[in-house]
T-cell receptor
Framework: DVKVTQSSRYLVKRTGEKVFLECVQD?????MFWYRQDPGLGLRLIYF???????EKGDIPEGYSVSREKKERFSLILESASTNQTSMYLC????????????FGSGTRLTVV | DAKTTQPNSMESNEEEPVHLPCNHS???????IHWYRQLPSQGPEYVIH???SNVNNRMASLAIAEDRKSSTLILHRATLRDAAVYYC??????????FGSGTKLNVKP
């Protein structure tokens, strides 16, 4: 089974801090995605990457950046965390065929105080 | 992006079949119909997907209307473990997926 591992289950950070959320997958998938999930808003795509060093903006990229230096790792960076970035963050992967759908990680619940 | 309409919540008894509906009247010819579910405190999990024909797998069945404007996810025998939020999603490219609010399924013992 594909495993998508997010480094932290829960994080509490202060306003203005630089925050790194890490996602690692072990099945050689080309495509990786970062979503945030908020009550009443569903899942919203922040950024995605279809190859090493490649990145594309999703629907809500403002306030975020990403890094993909290795195929298995996709990092989401909050340059200066704000309280409105308090959310559940979900990483997902698919292979290039996209036949089998997304595999999601368990999520990181980030609280910015 | 094509959107879907699902009931906010549904209830089922354990061991009984569950039919979860989804309307997608603006579906395009290339859109696949995907279903995911999200158990409490977990990320979403792939359930099934299809294009035109009905599909079956070990988790569920997907019935697609002939005009493709609606579909139904069928859980043949609901268990307590099936209590989750179920998302119906349209898409061809994964970067264009739209996860709405889904249907919260409650399974009663």
């Amino acid at each position: 089974d594909v495993k998508v591992t997010q480094s932290s289950r829960y994080l509490v950070k202060r306003t203005g801090e630089k925050v790194f959320l890490e996602c690692v997958q072990d099945m050689d998938h080309e495509n990786m995605f970062w979503y945030r999930q908020d009550p009443g808003l569903g899942l919203r795509l922040i950024y995605f990457s279809y190859d090493v060093k490649m990145k594309e903006k999703g629907d809500i990229p403002e306030g975020y950046s990403v890094s993909r230096e290795k195929k298995e790792r996709f990092s989401l960076i909050l340059e200066s965390a704000s309280t409105n970035q308090t959310s559940m963050y979900l990483c997902a992967t698919t292979d290039s065929s996209q036949i089998y759908g997304y595999t999601f990680g368990s999520g990181t619940r980030l609280t910015v105080v | 992006d094509a959107k879907t309409t699902q009931p906010n919540s549904m209830e089922s008894n354990e061991e009984e079949p569950v039919h979860l509906p989804c309307n997608h009247s603006t579906i395009s010819g290339t859109d696949y119909i995907h279903w995911y579910r999200q158990l409490p405190s977990q990320g979403p999990e792939y359930v099934i997907h299809g294009l035109t024909s009905n599909v079956n797998n070990r988790m569920a069945s997907l019935a697609i209307a002939e005009d493709r404007k609606s579909s139904t996810l069928i859980l043949h025998r609901a268990t307590l473990r099936d209590a989750a939020v179920y998302y119906c999603i349209l898409g061809y490219n994964f970067n264009k997926f739209y996860f709405g609010s889904g249907t919260k399924l409650n399974v009663k013992p």
